[in-house]
């Protein structure tokens, strides 16, 4: 993707974006059901905060958690050199699908904020983290990367193209490199890299390296659980486009999206969950 030079004028404004969830997704067997989007929130375009929380959810045997809550916010930062703030936070408690994957706590948190004067904004993760996360009653120690888009964002360079675009293509050639890789996995990881033409995100993974054992075979941040199905953790996606007509700003636009726990489950019960969702996006107005 192209970069601009192209800056804002002094009175063009920032609009917001940032959602969280703490859970959603489909179920097809033993029964056909939508998970609906629980704790959602999604913050005005114009700024503001809103948190939302959950207790007790279960959906039949398959799936439950004992208490979310959600919040995002977007807002101006006061602080000279500092420019506006996204963040949202998605936090599940007691989660337990099929009493084979569990957790404490999964935190999801993505923060960003766009510097003045730039459109590449720097994006954290600070927070982040799974708490007594098991499988089949086996703990698994997941160490993260929260700092995955490095520090201060480069003004010209989108993360594309820096120190994420890097990192991710290592890991998408080390995960393709593996022995055995579920068909699954391969299909979804051998994509060419995203352009601002398709829009098609770069996934990888904030995880460095998983601890411990269980049963199933793990391929970086994917366990293959026999019987059961195919648990993705810590995963990001990143999408950087300009929109199409390009408007007055040739500005490209960033979007960052953080699942802590993917399920994509079949055997007896077929489905998929997502657990622990964050986004956030944002730009100045007109930039699409």
């Known amino acids: 993707m192209a970069s601009s030079n192209t800056r804002p004028d002094a009175d063009d404004q ?11 997704g489909h179920l097809d067997l033993p029964l ?3 998970v609906k989007p629980q704790a959602y929130v999604k913050v005005a375009e114009k700024s503001g905060y809103l948190s939302e929380r959950a207790s007790d959810f279960r959906l039949e045997g398959i799936v ?9 916010s977007g807002h101006a930062e006061t602080k000279p050199g500092h420019g506006p703030v996204t963040l949202a936070t998605s936090v599940v408690e007691g989660f337990n699908v099929l009493d084979i994957v569990t957790a404490d706590r999964i935190v999801a948190q993505i923060m960003t904020e766009h510097p003045p004067k730039r459109y590449v904004p720097n994006v954290t993760f600070l927070g982040t983290r799974f708490e007594n996360l098991q499988i089949a009653g086996h703990r698994i120690d997941v160490d993260l990367d929260t700092e995955i888009f490095g520090g201060k964002a480069d003004e010209e360079v989108p993360h594309s193209r820096g120190k994420f675009g890097n990192d991710a293509a290592q890991q998408r ?3 393709l490199g ?3 890789l579920p068909s699954e996995v391969r299909d979804r990881y051998n994509q060419s890299p995203s352009d601002s033409a398709s829009r098609r995100p770069i996934e990888c993974s904030l995880v460095q390296q998983v601890n411990g054992s269980c049963p199933g075979r793990q391929f970086g941040h994917v366990i293959d659980i026999p019987h059961f199905g195919k ?7 990143l999408t950087e486009w300009i929109p199409d007509p390009p408007p007055k700003l040739q500005a490209p636009r960033t979007q960052v999206e953080l699942t802590m ?12 969950l997502s657990g622990g969702n964050s986004i956030v996006n944002g730009g100045t107005k007109g930039t699409g």
């Open 178 to 180: 593996m022995s055995e």
């Open 64 to 72: 439950s958690f004992r208490s979310a809550y959600t919040q995002a």
């Open 231 to 237: 648990v993705y953790l810590a995963v990001v996606r």
């Open 14 to 24: 920032h609009h917001y974006h940032a959602e969280a969830s703490a859970l959603h």
């Open 173 to 175: 050639e080390k995960l």
């Open 32 to 34: 056909n059901a939508p």
């Open 261 to 272: 726990i993917y399920i994509k489950m079949g055997c007896a019960t077929s489905g998929n």
